[in-house]
């Protein structure tokens, strides 16, 4: 796994720059906190593994490298710009130019009925609470009862009130949310969120 080449940067800040209320981040995430969010990736059998607001690819790269052949490795990416680069330089990826709050329909569209694992770096500070609730709604149903979640969280953010608001809709969503511990060798630091058993299945 390597940070971040010039291209990728570039493509990165000029989607970000033109369209932060969009894309809510300052850089691509870190290799270590791409290790830290797909960790729940199966590297045995055959997986299905969709990915929510890929950017310019860096988790991408990091689901790839533990996929066996014969994996299906899917993205939601909204940006229409940031979806064009990821066909161009990721053509083994399956991007779907969309939103993750449709992802039941988007998954259905590419003919997929059960996900293992879904990892997002969707931005949830951008979205009301209730397309947040929508969006784990979404993600609950599209899991394998095996399956497994994960989200990035800022250390700076976890005391404010929208990212405690975002534990609690976790924690509603699904029967178990772990924390991994900080990934400081990210720009901000970050965390992840890890979810299983999704409530919306019971
Ligand atoms: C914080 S960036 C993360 C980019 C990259 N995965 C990384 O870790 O560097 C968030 C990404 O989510 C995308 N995004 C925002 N809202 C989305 C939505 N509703 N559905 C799918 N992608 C979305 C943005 O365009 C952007 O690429």
Redo the contacts with the bound molecule.
């Keep these: 796994m390597k940070t971040?080449s010039a291209p990728e940067l570039r493509a990165?800040m000029s989607?970000?720059l033109r369209?932060q209320g969009?894309?809510?981040?300052i850089?691509?995430?870190s290799p270590a906190?791409?290790r830290a969010?797909t960790a729940v990736v199966p590297r045995r059998g055959t997986p299905v593994v969709v990915?929510?607001?890929?950017?310019?690819?860096?988790?991408?790269e990091a689901i790839r490298e533990r996929l066996a052949p014969g994996s299906r490795q899917l993205a939601?990416?909204?940006?229409p710009d940031?979806a064009a680069h990821l066909r161009r330089t990721k053509p083994w990826m399956e991007t779907i130019q969309?939103?993750?709050?449709d992802l039941g329909a988007l998954l259905a569209g590419a003919g997929v009925e059960r996900v293992d694992a879904v990892v997002s770096?969707?931005?949830w500070s951008?979205?009301p609470g209730e397309?947040q609730e929508r969006?784990l709604g979404e993600v609950g149903r599209a899991l394998a009862p095996w399956g497994a979640f994960t989200t990035?969280t800022y250390l700076h953010a976890v005391p404010l009130a929208g990212a405690r608001a975002l534990r609690r809709r976790l924690r509603s969503a699904f029967d178990e949310v772990l924390t991994t511990g900080p990934v400081w060798r990210n720009l901000p630091p970050g965390m992840a969120y890890v979810c299983r058993r999704p409530v919306t299945r019971v």
């Design positions: 971040a990165f989607v970000a369209r969009v894309v809510g981040a850089a691509p995430s906190l791409a969010l990915e929510l607001g890929p950017g310019t690819g860096p988790i991408s939601v990416e909204i940006d940031l969309g939103d993750a709050a770096t969707l931005p951008l979205f397309r969006i990035v």
